[in-house]
């Protein structure tokens, strides 16, 4: 009786990965990801959304809102053009964070439609953060500003 088993290999396998359409992949991914902050950043700026996060109970409205539009066009823009995309990605977090419990408080919502308008864009927003977080550990991959010198 043999002792070796020929199912059970002592040298490791190695299994190749072809890389080719990974940039391609990487910056429609990021452009699709960013897409949301890039087009809803302008609004962060106009009297109905500063009175809005005002009715919402938002504190310093008039100062919070436009500077998280700052926050939201500068990290869509690092993350979008891979440029120290972790830092950009950082920046949306700070946004999302601070946002989605005060602009998206399904549980204080009486009316069943806008509960449920609510509790959806809160789980949008918990997505969108764990993109962010993602890329805040991963960076912007091929195809981008950060890749270019490595």
């Known amino acids: 009786m043999s002792a070796s088993n020929p199912t059970l290999s002592a040298r490791p396998q190695t299994t190749s990965i072809s890389l080719e359409g990974a940039g391609p992949v990487a910056l429609l991914g990021r452009f699709l990801f960013v897409l949301i902050f890039l087009m809803s950043s302008p609004m962060h700026f106009s009297?109905?959304?500063?009175a809005y996060a005002a009715s919402q109970?938002?504190?310093?409205?008039?100062?919070?809102?436009?500077?998280?539009?700052?926050l939201a066009?500068?990290?869509g823009l690092s993350i979008l053009l891979g440029y120290r995309a972790k830092i950009g990605a950082w920046l949306l977090?700070?946004?999302l964070a601070a946002v989605t419990p005060m602009m998206h408080n399904f549980w204080t919502v009486a009316d069943p439609m806008m509960h449920q308008m609510q509790f959806i864009m809160f789980m949008k927003n918990l997505s969108m953060l764990g993109g962010a977080l993602?890329?805040?550990?991963?960076g912007a991959g091929p195809?981008?500003?950060?890749?270019?010198?490595?």
């Open 134 to 138: 993602f890329i805040s550990q991963s």
């Open 93 to 95: 977090i700070l946004f």
């Open 57 to 70: 109970g938002v504190p310093l409205a008039s100062i919070a809102v436009p500077l998280s539009g700052v």
């Open 143 to 150: 195809w981008s500003l950060d890749a270019r010198g490595k």
């Open 73 to 75: 066009l500068a990290g």
């Open 47 to 50: 009297r109905q959304t500063i």
